[in-house]
């Protein structure tokens, strides 16, 4: 039965109905196809289970051509009451009309013989275990050798309290022994039977009993004296016996002895010697649980066709923890499981932070799960490395901390750039400087530090920086703006130098076009290698000062972009990356400064998209998410860009007397080959001059007839308080006559004081500079 009716509800067919999964809508039947993929071409039965009575799926019409009618119902399923069902009614044939006097053919062929299917049935294990094959063997030798040497060392310390304790207990065993020969002797199990058949009043029961147990004590106590007196005599060549035997094989005896006489007296229902490793509570995975909780987490579904999550690698041991490819299923992607990171942590029954998604090159919709045994990032990654003070290579990775497996990361600082970031407290001071002091300890290094927090944490750095300021706010050492304006300029213009000069060096010297090694620690050349680091760069972008603002935004842009490949590398650190600038043009290159640094560190973030910013666009989608990182890892974050993995690093710890050492050794080094420069070696910088006439004609406004020299003064140090913060009205009037601009009468404000008119500043400016004109 069908109808016409277009508004006719979607109906299903009948349960058990081989299209019970499609239902088609009347409306428009060409929308949907039936699912006849499981019916066989020469099978004239439907493919489900029960009688079905009614015409086969297809029948030939009049003109031989084949239609498809309305499908096989079982048939103890009626016909719901009121429901209409939907067309099944097609313009074109799917399938050729099968023969229904045709034998059917099985679809799966079956096994031919019995041999086949046993070697067939089961899944096959591997040869060689996993934790044996190449790429595993390494950290499975490592743990072993690394535990044995734990219980070895742990048992070693207390084997004197180990001898008292097992002498002590063998005693206690030697008495329980005799006390259990003592039992065997009197048949005290006996007992009970004759005090049963005493209580029964049975004489001849009793009477006979009792001749048993005295003869079995008879028997009883004849072997005891035999054992006595052979044990006695043992006793008496027992010197003797030490005497003639090895020592070796003496200890041996007797040990055996004192720990068989020790296992009779343990105390019950707990070991004797306590464990040297206390084992943790883990989820040792199998193939159900991992099924159990991607299903929980809705990311298959075992009883629907396809859905089914499946395994792309056996399950295995990967340092502490377990590993395995999980292929989800058609439809589903990386991004799905990382959305259900939570749900999949709940269905395995551990922490969240044990659970690691990675992103198989091979197929979206196959990732790798890891599960470590406990919280990974709990454990500290250790000191660093540094403290060894010997002389790094700045042309060889830096140490930086260990990933979740506990592998060592390392980052090369060579052509990059480095963005730390986190919110306050989580470690990124002490990460960047972890490796400013692998930096430290290179004596070819020039290295200079600016910290506009204004924080301890960098100031011993002054033992070897060329240039450092730290804070905003001018000292008796300058102005810490302007020192950074004066440090990133020559840095520029030595940029600039050092592409002009590699350009003009022979192919055999600097074959690639670009800073070497040997060039770079030949200090004829001067082009050494040079890190500029900056911590909490976000103030040097909103310094109270838009001219200095928009200067400083220009040549760090310049340099991110640019230095790297000249041997000028960059590592910054924020916690606010993002909502900085004074100006819409500093807040936006601002951003272009953040977004070009090539390796990024996050620590822990407020959200998500607080996290892309540090990591880049695109990292949630990734699965990497420093919001998720609990507020108890300190110097815990996600490293991107360094290498085709993205880690969680636990970065190796160097406090501040630490720091000082190392820094103090690399002083001793720079000192010992002559590299020690700027700052650290006494020089003076020497600052820029400002163009006063060019600074004045800035702050006339529009339609200005002039100002007065105390206005004039007021507002050179309100806009460069850099320069002019102690300038009076009478220092800027002597300046300004000496370059041509006479006081005269200035009506300004309703008043007329002494100042310099706007045409006469235009008019020197203009001499000054004829370029300037028009």
Same mark, same amino acid.
């Given at each position: ?14 349960? $058990? ?46 003109? $031989? ?121 009197? !048949? ?147 991004? @799905? ?44 990654? $250790? ?68 910290? $506009?927090?204004?924080?301890? @944490? ?9 240039? !450092? ?16 304006? @004066? ?22 010297? !600097? ?218 009205? @009478? ?44």
């Amino acid at each position: 039965m069908t109808t016409d009716d277009p508004r006719a509800p979607l109906v299903p067919a009948d349960p $058990g109905s081989p299209t019970d999964r499609l239902p088609v809508p009347v409306d428009r039947p060409d929308r949907w196809l039936p699912d006849l993929t499981s019916y066989h071409a020469t099978s004239p039965t439907p493919p489900h289970d029960g009688a079905t009575t009614g015409p086969p799926d297809t029948d030939a019409t009049s003109d $031989g051509g084949p239609q498809l009618v309305e499908p096989y119902r079982p048939a103890a399923s009626p016909e719901p009451t009121g429901s209409v069902r939907f067309t099944s009614s097609y313009d074109i044939p799917l399938d050729a009309v099968p023969d229904p006097t045709a034998r059917p053919v099985p679809v799966d062929i079956a096994d031919t013989t019995a041999t086949d299917r046993r070697w067939s049935d089961g899944e096959r294990q591997p040869i060689i275990p996993s934790g044996l094959r190449r790429g595993s063997l390494a950290p499975t030798v490592r743990h072993t050798v690394g535990h044995l040497t734990h219980v070895a060392a742990f048992h070693a310390v207390r084997l004197p309290w180990y001898t008292l304790l097992t002498t002590w207990t063998a005693a206690v065993g030697a008495a329980r022994l005799l006390d259990r020969q003592r039992r065997w002797w009197w !048949c005290t199990e006996a007992a009970v039977l004759l005090h049963t058949t005493a209580e029964a009043a049975d004489p001849a029961s009793w009477l006979k009993l009792h001749r048993e147990v005295r003869a079995t004590r008879l028997r009883r106590g004849l072997t005891l004296a035999v054992e006595f007196f052979a044990f006695g005599w043992g006793l008496l060549w027992l010197p003797a016996v030490v005497d003639v035997l090895p020592w070796l094989v003496t200890l041996l005896l007797g040990g055996t002895a004192l720990v068989v006489l020790a296992r009779f007296g343990r105390p019950a229902g707990r070991p004797l010697l306590p464990s040297a490793v206390v084992t943790p509570r883990y989820r040792r995975l199998t193939a159900d649980v991992v099924l159990r909780a991607y299903y929980a987490a809705r990311l298959g579904a075992p009883d629907k066709p396809g859905q089914q999550i499946e395994f792309g690698s056996p399950m295995a041991r990967d340092g502490e923890g377990s590993r395995v490819l999980i292929d989800l299923p058609y439809g589903k992607g990386f991004g @799905d499981a990382v959305r259900a990171r939570d749900a999949i942590a709940s269905g395995l029954d551990v922490a969240t932070a044990q659970v690691f998604l990675t992103r198989d090159p091979t197929s979206h919709r196959r990732h790798g799960l890891w599960v470590a045994d406990r919280d990974p990032l709990a454990v500290p990654a $250790g000191l660093t490395p540094l403290l060894a003070r010997t002389p790094t290579d700045i042309w060889t990775p830096a140490p930086f901390g260990v990933d979740e497996r506990g592998s060592a990361v390392t980052i090369d600082l060579m052509f990059t750039s480095i963005l730390v970031g986190a919110q306050p407290r989580q470690g990124k001071t002490f990460a960047l400087r972890a490796l400013a002091l692998y930096a430290a300890l290179d004596p070819y290094v020039t290295i200079s530090v600016f910290d $506009g927090g204004g924080k301890p @944490d960098w100031r011993r750095f002054a033992l070897l920086a060329d240039r !450092c300021s730290f804070g905003l706010a001018p000292t008796r050492d300058g102005d810490p703006v302007e020192t950074l304006i @004066d440090t990133l300029r020559a840095i520029k213009e030595d940029v600039r130098q050092r592409y002009v000069r590699l350009s003009d060096l022979p192919s055999d010297v !600097c074959p690639e076009g670009k800073l070497t090694r040997a060039i770079a620690r030949n200090l004829d050349y001067g082009m050494p290698v040079h890190l500029l680091l900056l911590d909490e760069f976000q103030e040097y972008f909103n310094t109270g000062n838009p001219a200095a603002d928009q200067e400083i935004a220009d040549l760090l842009v310049y340099l991110v972009r640019v230095a790297p490949a000249a041997g000028v590398l960059l590592g910054d650190a924020t916690q606010r990356p993002s909502g900085i600038g004074s100006g819409g043009d500093v807040a936006r290159k601002f951003t272009d400064f953040r977004d070009n640094h090539l390796v990024r560190f996050a620590l822990r973030t407020g959200s998500w998209q607080v996290s892309d910013l540090v990591l880049g666009a695109g990292a949630y989608s990734e699965g990497l998410d420093s919001s998720t990182l609990l507020p108890q890892y300190k110097g815990v974050g996600i490293l991107r860009g360094a290498s085709e993995a993205n880690p969680t690093v636990r970065t190796f710890l160097a406090d501040a007397q630490d720091a000082e050492k190392i820094l103090t050794a690399g002083r001793a080094l720079r000192e010992r080959l002559g590299t020690l420069s700027g700052h650290a070696a006494g020089q003076t910088t020497v600052r820029t001059p400002r163009n006063v006439l060019a600074d004045v004609a800035t702050l006339l406004a529009p339609g200005e007839s002039g100002l007065h020299w105390a206005d004039l003064a007021a507002r050179l140090a309100t806009r460069f308080p850099e320069h002019y913060t102690d300038i009076t009205a @009478d220092a800027i009037s002597a300046q300004l006559r000496d370059l041509g601009v006479p006081s005269a009468n200035v009506r300004a404000g309703g008043l007329v004081r002494r100042g310099a008119r706007a045409t006469d500043i235009t008019a020197a400016v203009r001499r000054a500079d004829p370029a300037s004109d028009g």
